[in-house]
């Protein structure tokens, strides 16, 4: 039972347009979601985060967007630059113990 | 420099091999995890320790054992690897508010 999916592998996006990377859990115990961003040959790096308690969590480019009744997430990233490319890792967890993490998103830019 | 440290990056082993993958952090974390990514199964959790001398499965325990004797140290042993254990294994460590802090990965082969 894989409790946070990312439901697209790949995306592809032109350089300077909106990327909207999705993600989708079924655990409603959830409280606390979580980005990463891995480039290959590292390990991810923390991108954004958002509560239950919220519904938007703004950071520069990035923003998310949580749908609790839909249980539901979105990483928007605009304007979309080359050095986005990467793979994006949707997280969540509950009461800030163990993270569950969909398959990933490759997204690639193109100038 | 606050980071997450594993050795060795890159590991070549036979069946049946012990061997241990070491991870330490200089960030003070009560929580810290090992996690495995394979392709189109994103990231996967091993084990996982609350706080010194906690440790608890993951997602995927079997043929793996940890440690927390130091808060700083989380090894990951394998026993007895088996080729299914091929993988590409990254050690995590966060405060229980939740953004977790990545190593580089270690990129494990088992003939």
């Known amino acids: 039972d894989q409790q946070v999916k990312q439901n697209s592998p790949s995306l592809s996006v032109q350089e300077g347009r909106i990327s909207i990377l999705n993600c989708d859990y079924t655990?409603?115990?959830?409280?606390?979601f979580l980005w990463y961003k891995k480039y290959p040959a590292e390990g991810p790096t923390f991108l954004i985060s958002?509560?239950?308690?919220?519904d938007k969590n703004e950071d520069g480019r990035f923003t998310v967007f949580l749908n609790k009744s839909a249980k539901h997430l979105s990483l928007h990233i605009v304007p979309s630059q080359p050095g986005d490319s990467a793979v994006y890792f949707c997280?969540?967890?509950?009461?800030?113990?163990?993270?569950?993490f969909g398959d990933g998103t490759t997204l690639t830019v193109k100038p | 420099e606050a980071q997450v440290t594993q050795n060795p990056r890159y590991l070549i082993t036979v069946t049946g091999k012990k061997l241990t993958v070491t991870c330490s952090q200089n960030?003070?974390?009560?929580?810290m995890s090992w996690y495995r990514q394979d392709p189109g199964l994103g990231l996967r959790q091993i084990y996982y320790?609350?706080?010194?001398?906690?440790?608890d499965k993951g997602d995927v325990p079997e043929g793996y054992k940890v440690s927390r004797k130091e808060k700083r140290n989380f090894p990951l042993i394998l026993e007895s690897p088996s080729p299914n254990q091929t993988s590409l294994y990254f050690c995590?460590?966060?405060?229980?508010?939740?953004?977790?802090?990545f190593g580089p990965g270690t990129r494990l082969t088992v003939l």
């Open positions: 995590a460590s966060k405060t229980l508010q939740g953004t977790q802090y």
């Open positions: 655990n409603s115990m959830f409280d606390y």
């Open positions: 958002i509560s239950s308690i919220k």
């Open positions: 997280a969540a967890q509950r009461d800030a113990g163990k993270s569950t």
């Open positions: 960030m003070n974390h009560e929580y």
């Open positions: 320790s609350m706080n010194v001398e906690v440790t």
